[in-house]
């Protein structure tokens, strides 16, 4: 006996790793009541499991067989040592927390129930169990079970997936999708439809797991943070613009000003180098280093012409009068 606070899945397993340690092995074949921390779906033909303790029953090597609801025969053999729990052992006790209550079960299923004299068999049931039927159980699990974690995240368009408050990365075939997850203390596997389709390492809450190849080729630069490809594609652009950019992430968390970098980017593909080159060139003698002022040099800056304007001559004049006519006062004879 195992007393638990909460009807759950993991609560179960705990009650069963209990109860393999309290009889030294594993049974071959466990009789659950129809409770939803193992059984999903009561059927008497074909029950649908928990998967979690589904899984749990395959790596200890026993079978489920769970009781069929509404059945009395079945109902008896699985609750019929809930009364003599409840009133022989817990009835007048004063337990204070759930530690005493598992302090006590134990000692009391020993040396107060278990060499009770049997009414039907007239037989011990601690002499009995070691007499007869310890030999037939499986050999008690070396190492404690861990609970795996079960869920169904859906793949974002930063093909990011959350499992257990970690973010994790899936190719891009599965952006959009809500694929089956399984988590334990070292891994974490993606299923689709049954396939598995990606194995992460655990990461605690807050962390993430990424993996360039998840990502496409002209967007695994950005999603990994590559601050030397940023600077590469700047000095591609002329050898002013890459030092501009050297300039703007140079110092502590680079990754900061990476948008930064963006928008110089940006500014390259909208004016062209040839006008952007010239602009940062003047920025950088001036120890400037900031992209929106930079943008305003850039729209101010005019473009010069290749060749310059021929100067075309004046016309002639078609009526000119002498310019003693110009000459005030003017005589009689002009």
Not at 26 to 35: A, G, K
Request: aromatic letters at 8%.
């Amino acid at each position: 006996m195992w007393p638990c606070l909460h009807e759950t899945t993991a609560s179960a397993i705990e009650a069963c790793e209990q109860a393999w340690q309290f009889f030294g092995g594993v049974f071959r074949v466990l009789l659950p009541d129809n409770t939803k921390a193992i059984v999903v779906q009561a059927d008497p033909l074909d029950a649908h499991l928990n998967e979690t303790f589904l899984e749990y029953a395959q790596a200890r090597g026993f079978v489920i067989d769970p009781a069929r609801a509404r059945h009395a025969r079945d109902k008896g053999r699985v609750e019929r040592a809930v009364p003599g729990v409840r009133d022989d052992c817990f009835a007048g006790e004063t337990l204070h927390t759930i530690n005493d209550a598992r302090e006590l079960a134990p000692r009391w299923c020993r040396q107060e129930y278990g060499l009770r004299r049997h009414t039907r068999t007239q037989r011990l049931p601690l002499e009995c169990f070691e007499a007869e039927e310890q030999m037939h159980l499986l050999p008690a699990p070396a190492l404690p079970y861990e609970v795996p974690h079960w869920c169904d995240p859906k793949v974002g368009r930063d093909h990011l997936a959350q499992v257990a408050k970690a973010l994790y990365s899936l190719p891009t075939r599965f952006i959009g999708k809500r694929l089956r997850a399984r988590a334990d203390r070292a891994l974490v596997r993606f299923y689709d439809q049954g396939t598995l389709v990606k194995t992460h390492p655990r990461q605690p809450p807050g962390g993430r797991s990424i993996d360039a190849n998840d990502f496409p080729a002209h967007k695994s630069a950005y999603a990994m943070r590559d601050i030397a490809f940023l600077e590469r594609q700047a000095f591609q652009h002329g050898e002013a613009i890459g030092r501009f950019a050297h300039q703007v992430l140079e110092g502590p968390l680079p990754w900061t000003r990476m948008r930064r970098v963006y928008a110089l980017l940006g500014l390259v593909r909208r004016y062209g180098e040839a006008r952007v080159e010239p602009t940062c060139a003047i920025a950088l003698d001036a120890q400037m280093y900031d992209v929106r002022r930079l943008e305003r040099m850039v729209q101010a800056a005019s473009v010069a012409p290749t060749t310059p304007p021929s100067p075309t001559p004046n016309a002639p004049a078609r009526h000119l009068r002498p310019a003693s006519q110009y000459a005030l006062p003017l005589t009689r004879e002009h």
